[in-house]
């Protein structure tokens, strides 16, 4: 059966605006929760959205941050990732495309975004990120990718 999410998240009222996305499961750092965009040009702002892209809130104390690859993560939920590793260089001069990941303001135009967990995030939390894809109307910061 199709599952937009993954075990140990779900949707709720948030109390920081409209519906958030919260752990069912006790969460560790350094967690790859899942992908959140895909880059397509033909979309506003360049990206399609997944459902676990949706619906994550913004906080000035994130429980994850977006990381970005070229290539779709063999990961998935609940695997443990290091967040600081770039790619490394092979023999033949070619990067290993299988842990090449960024953060998001290293790689802006990035074909996949995934969320990783930078806190232990407990059962029942909130999971929240510091927006830098969009300008976030409350406060003006972030970068407009239009």
Not at 69 to 86: S, Y
Not at 113 to 135: P, R, W
Request: charged content about 25%; overall charge positive; glycine content about 8%.
């Amino acid at each position: 059966m199709y599952r937009p999410l993954p075990d140990g998240l779900t949707i709720k009222n948030s109390p920081i605006e409209g519906l958030g996305l919260f752990a069912t499961i006790d969460i560790k750092k350094n967690t790859f929760i899942g992908v959140t965009h895909v880059r397509d040009e033909q979309f506003e702002n360049k990206y399609i959205r997944t459902p676990l892209g949706g619906f994550y809130n913004h906080s000035n104390d994130p429980t994850v941050i977006r990381m970005v690859t070229d290539v779709l993560p063999k990961l998935k939920f609940g695997d443990l990732v290091d967040p600081n590793a770039n790619a490394q260089k092979l023999k033949d001069g070619k990067n290993d495309r299988e842990n090449m990941f960024y953060n998001l303001n290293e790689k802006s135009d990035a074909k996949f975004m995934f969320m990783v967990s930078i806190k232990d995030i407990k059962k029942g939390e909130e999971l929240t990120a510091n927006y830098n894809l969009y300008t976030y109307p409350k406060t003006g910061v972030g970068l407009q990718m239009i």
